[in-house]
């Protein structure tokens, strides 16, 4: 099978939603631990399966980024999963640095809800403004 046909079988099993986008979940492939959400579009999914790397779609910014190109805490890509309704993609990755969020902090589900309460139930391992200076 050619690559093209293969990245045409990845793409058109997606649930695309009006935007032409699809949430994307990265998880740590060794712990579990769910490290953060991002947003992906067609181009960006056929990126990480080409590249091995995780490629996002910053909404904000309107374009393509590689996690961990200002940072240097990329994402290096061990499975692509998709869930049952195509509408979800799940990377376990390998995440370099120990550092998934741009707060500095190892997953960007740092807050817990303890009552009425967010509590922040993680440190900052490093400043962000040493991050992206």
């Not at 998880?27 to 490629?55: C, P, Y």
């Not at 904000?60 to 999963?81: A, N, T």
């Not at 995440?95 to 969020?101: E, F, K, M």
């Amino acid at each position: 099978m050619t690559e093209a046909k293969t990245t045409d079988g990845l793409i058109d099993a997606v649930s695309w939603n009006s935007d032409g986008l699809v949430p994307a979940i990265a998880q740590d492939f060794k712990s579990g631990r769910v490290l953060m959400m991002a947003w992906m579009n067609r181009e960006s999914l056929r990126l990480t399966a080409s590249e091995g790397r995780a490629v996002y779609w910053s909404r904000s910014r309107g374009k393509l980024w590689r996690k961990g190109e200002s940072s240097g805490h990329e994402q290096q890509v061990r499975e692509i999963r998709l869930d049952c309704d195509g509408d979800t993609v799940l990377l376990l990755v390998e995440q370099r640095g120990g550092i998934a969020c741009h707060t500095g902090r190892t997953s960007c589900f740092y807050r817990v809800l303890d009552g009425e309460q967010w509590q922040v139930n993680q440190p900052v391992i490093k400043d962000p403004g040493e991050i992206y200076e």
